[in-house]
């Protein structure tokens, strides 16, 4: 089978990419931005009819910089609702089946029981406010689809929090993180192989899934966690996130729950300290 990736040079397609090996029946073709803007739809009409037979379209193309979009919503929407909505468009055409990341951001945070699929979405941002628009364009025009919300990621490939606080460490003897803002972190190598173990089953069971590590901390936890992972001497303070202003609002509470994507696949999940031990390790 093909499997296109789009925004081919970030975290997540790097760790696809880190275990393609494992999958020898897949052939993958790798894009960026530059080689497959997934806003301009004449570019992907064009790119598609010139591409050949393609199976799987994995979207990892996203506008991320959530602060920045309360400013740059225009650009925000261009990637994150424009982009699914064409690619939809296309994989409709092409009878190829889409697998489009989203984020725990579209929820409004007001919940202390972990996020399931049939939750409503309330977005705070407009980040998460994109990202959700982004869904609806794929589900009004697609039926062949896979949305994958996820939370926190990081990894060993581009920027992300892990990497910020071991930079961070460097600099600073003391670090301050909020403690009220309750999520999970995800590794994005394993949210890859969670993609690729869908690809490989080959099923056609269709919708949104929740996919995160096993486990609810804060940011305070993470850094913590990080810091003792690494064996690293810096203090971390916790502080509310009334201390920490940021351009844009971030849900308080943004844990989801997995057991549709567990059923469906029937895999266990890792729990997030063993990734994050993992990732350290490589890294």
Same mark, same amino acid.
């Not at 469906?264 to 350290?280: A, E, Q, T």
């Given at each position: 089978?093909?499997?296109?990736?789009? =925004?081919?040079?970030?975290?997540?397609?790097?760790? !696809?990419?880190?275990?393609?090996?494992?999958?020898?029946? #897949?052939?993958?073709?790798?894009?960026?931005?530059?080689?497959?803007?997934?806003?301009?739809?004449?570019?992907?009409?064009?790119?598609?009819?010139?591409?050949?037979?393609?199976?799987?379209?994995?979207?990892? /193309?996203?506008?991320?910089?959530?602060?920045?979009?309360?400013?740059?919503?225009?650009?925000?929407?261009?990637?994150?609702?424009? =982009?699914? @909505?064409?690619? /939809?468009? !296309?994989?409709?055409?092409?009878?190829?089946?889409?697998?489009?990341?989203?984020?725990?951001?579209?929820?409004?945070?007001?919940?202390?029981? +972990?996020?399931?699929?049939?939750?409503?979405?309330?977005?705070?941002?407009?980040?998460?406010?994109?990202?959700?628009?982004?869904?609806?364009?794929?589900?009004?025009?697609?039926?062949?689809?896979? !949305?994958?919300?996820?939370?926190?990621?990081?990894?060993?490939?581009?920027?992300?929090?892990?990497?910020?606080? #071991? @930079?961070? /460490?460097?600099?600073?003897?003391?670090?301050? $993180? $909020?403690?009220?803002?309750?999520?999970?972190?995800?590794?994005? =190598?394993?949210?890859?192989? !969670?993609?690729?173990?869908?690809?490989?089953?080959?099923?056609?069971?269709?919708?949104?899934?929740?996919?995160?590590?096993? =486990?609810?901390?804060?940011?305070?936890?993470?850094?913590?966690?990080?810091?003792?992972?690494?064996?690293?001497?810096?203090?971390?303070? +916790?502080?509310?996130?009334?201390?920490? +202003?940021? +351009?844009?609002?971030?849900?308080?509470?943004? /844990?989801?729950?997995?057991?549709?994507?567990?059923?469906? #696949?029937?895999?266990?999940?890792?729990?997030? @300290?063993?990734?994050?031990?993992? $990732? #350290?390790?490589?890294?």
């Amino acid at each position: 089978m093909n499997v296109l990736v789009t =925004g081919g040079n970030g975290q997540l397609a790097s760790c !696809i990419k880190d275990i393609q090996h494992n999958y020898p029946a #897949l052939n993958f073709i790798y894009t960026d931005y530059k080689e497959l803007d997934v806003s301009n739809l004449n570019q992907m009409q064009s790119f598609f009819s010139n591409l050949g037979e393609i199976d799987y379209c994995i979207n990892c /193309a996203a506008y991320t910089a959530v602060d920045k979009a309360e400013n740059e919503v225009e650009m925000a929407y261009k990637v994150n609702v424009e =982009g699914p @909505r064409n690619l /939809a468009t !296309i994989c409709a055409k092409n009878n190829i089946v889409l697998i489009h990341i989203s984020t725990d951001f579209v929820f409004d945070g007001q919940k202390a029981t +972990p996020y399931t699929e049939t939750d409503h979405p309330n977005p705070i941002s407009v980040y998460g406010d994109t990202k959700l628009k982004g869904e609806i364009e794929i589900q009004k025009t697609l039926k062949k689809y896979f !949305i994958i919300r996820t939370s926190w990621l990081y990894s060993e490939h581009g920027y992300n929090f892990m990497k910020t606080m #071991l @930079r961070l /460490a460097k600099e600073r003897d003391e670090i301050s $993180v $909020v403690y009220d803002q309750i999520g999970t972190p995800t590794y994005a =190598g394993d949210l890859a192989g !969670i993609i690729l173990e869908i690809i490989a089953f080959d099923k056609d069971n269709y919708g949104i899934y929740h996919y995160s590590n096993e =486990g609810i901390v804060s940011w305070f936890d993470f850094a913590k966690a990080i810091f003792e992972e690494s064996k690293l001497s810096t203090k971390v303070w +916790p502080i509310k996130t009334e201390s920490y +202003p940021t +351009p844009a609002k971030r849900p308080k509470y943004s /844990a989801l729950d997995k057991t549709k994507i567990k059923d469906f #696949l029937k895999k266990d999940i890792v729990f997030w @300290r063993d990734s994050l031990n993992k $990732v #350290l390790t490589k890294i």
